[in-house]
């Protein structure tokens, strides 16, 4: 292990919120990037090999065990920590814009909480799939960080942005990973046929639709669980990490780590993202990368 991802699924798992409930103790860790130890002769893997990978749990550790059809070789462009950042956010973009959001080339996206995870990975996968992209977000400072991911417009949360969204020409699919209350103005900020992928619940509460609202403007809203989807199957995987890793090497999708802590300081980097400071990817330094990190 070279360094671990630290996500919104963390933090719910710590507070035992989460839809999936290890027993405890727990060690938490979904996603990690590091150098193979081993790997079954069939997986086209091999000690030395450097990989990204998804574990689900157990990755804020010094070794970790994944699935072969969740491990995928870190592309060359990719440092250890960026890889660390890789597959939960961008498998999950690309799963949620394309397999769920239907995007094609060409329509407009609106991404929510665009300065976070999910959201960063959202703005670069739909940028690379040829979408005009539009970032909500809470700050100035996210602004910025969304702006960097490829936003090409962005509207502030905290001001009538669906009243921007929808001057802008309105949204074809809109990445929803904050739910709460701003879930209405989602669906009244898309155009006729447009789509709201419906992808976590940052903002704390689940929002209910009144469909009228579908029937009436001809739209859809869509679940995204990339889990509990590609889990099963692996041919998937495949597909997905081929995609990512075009996006990867066409210069598109490059995980925004933003913050890098010494694996001593696991439960501050939790805090973070607790306490919405966090912009783009979170990562421990398993191996030292980082000021005071540990050493194996
Ligand atoms: N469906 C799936 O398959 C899947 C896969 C991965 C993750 N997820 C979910 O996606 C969500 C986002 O994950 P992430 O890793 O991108 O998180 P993140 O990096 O912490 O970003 C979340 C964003 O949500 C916004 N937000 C709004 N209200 C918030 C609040 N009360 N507290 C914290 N953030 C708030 C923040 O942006 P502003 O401050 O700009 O509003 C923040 O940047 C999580 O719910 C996670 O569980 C789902």
């Not at 963390?10 to 990037?33: D, H, I, N, W």
């Not at 973009?93 to 995870?117: K, M, P, Q, W």
């Not at 090409?152 to 949204?171: M, T």
């Not at 694996?263 to 980082?290: P, Y």
Request: hydrophobic residues 45%; proline residues 5%; aromatic residues 6%.
């Amino acid at each position: 292990m070279r360094a671990a991802g630290v996500s919104f699924p963390e933090v719910l798992q710590t507070r035992g919120e989460y839809q999936m409930k290890p027993p405890l103790p727990f060690v938490p860790g979904s996603e990690v990037a590091g150098v193979v130890r081993s790997a079954p002769p069939d997986s086209g893997l091999a000690e030395g090999d450097r990989v990204a990978a998804f574990c689900g749990l157990g990755g804020f550790a010094e070794v970790a065990v994944a699935p072969a059809f969740l491990t995928f070789r870190l592309p060359d462009a990719l440092d250890f920590a960026e890889g660390a950042g890789l597959i939960l956010n961008y498998h999950t973009a690309y799963f949620a814009l394309v397999l769920r959001g239907r995007l094609t080339s060409g329509e407009t996206v609106l991404v929510h909480g665009a300065a976070g995870g999910v959201g960063t990975a959202s703005l670069q996968v739909a940028k690379g799939l040829g979408a005009r992209t539009v970032a909500v977000v809470s700050t100035d400072e996210k602004a910025q960080v969304a702006r960097a991911a490829g936003a090409d417009e962005i509207v502030r949360s905290d001001g009538p942005w669906k009243d921007d969204v929808r001057a802008l020409g309105g949204a074809d699919v809109v990445i929803d990973p904050v739910g709460g209350d701003r879930f209405l103005d989602s669906l009244r900020a898309l155009r006729e046929g447009g789509r709201v992928v419906v992808v976590g619940f940052t903002g704390g509460s689940i929002p209910e639709v009144k469909v009228n609202r579908l029937l009436l403007n001809n739209t859809e809203v869509i679940g995204a669980g990339w889990g509990g989807y590609v889990m099963p199957k692996p041919e998937v995987n495949r597909e997905i990490g081929a995609a990512v890793d075009g996006l990867v090497e066409r210069g598109f999708a490059r995980p925004v780590v933003v913050a890098r802590l010494p694996f001593a300081d696991a439960a501050a980097a939790l805090q973070l993202i607790d306490e919405r400071r966090a912009t783009g990817k979170v990562v421990l330094d398993v191996d030292g990368g980082g000021a005071g990190g540990l050493r194996s």
